[in-house]
């Protein structure tokens, strides 16, 4: 099993930053990909950004020049700065952990979720 819990959200003014932290425990060599989510009332939850255990990234377009994923495996926590940020930008934000398997098989866990709320 693997845990993750983040921190970081908030609220911030339009034009604003702020970090998002996710510390993982629990089975973390089993760990493949990390990365971070995001869900906005009535909308479904969809990638913000995601990291493999090599560190190559990859972003949603809506995110890319503003956000940077980046992952420390000493302390097996995984960031996202997220700058320039916009009301669109409002929403939960779920870590997420993925442990892949044979024949394609793969397994995710999730955070419980950070609220980050964007004001104009």
């Known amino acids: 099993q693997v845990q993750l819990v983040e921190s970081g959200g908030g609220l911030v003014q339009a034009g604003g930053s702020l970090r998002l932290s996710c510390s993982a425990s629990?089975?973390?060599?089993?760990?493949?990909?990390m990365g971070w989510y995001r869900q906005a009332p009535g909308k479904e939850r969809g990638l913000v950004a995601g990291?493999?255990?090599?560190?190559?990234?990859n972003y949603a377009d809506s995110v890319k020049g503003r956000f940077i994923i980046s992952r420390d495996a000493a302390k097996n926590t995984v960031y996202l700065q997220m700058n320039s940020l916009k009301p669109e930008d409002t929403a939960v934000y779920y870590c997420?952990?993925?442990?892949?398997?044979?024949?394609?098989?793969?397994?995710?866990?999730w955070g419980q979720g950070t609220q980050v709320t964007v004001s104009s």
């Open positions: 997420n952990a993925r442990r892949d398997f044979s024949y394609g098989l793969f397994h995710n866990y």
């Open positions: 629990g089975s973390i060599s089993s760990i493949n990909n």
């Open positions: 990291i493999t255990s090599g560190g190559s990234t």
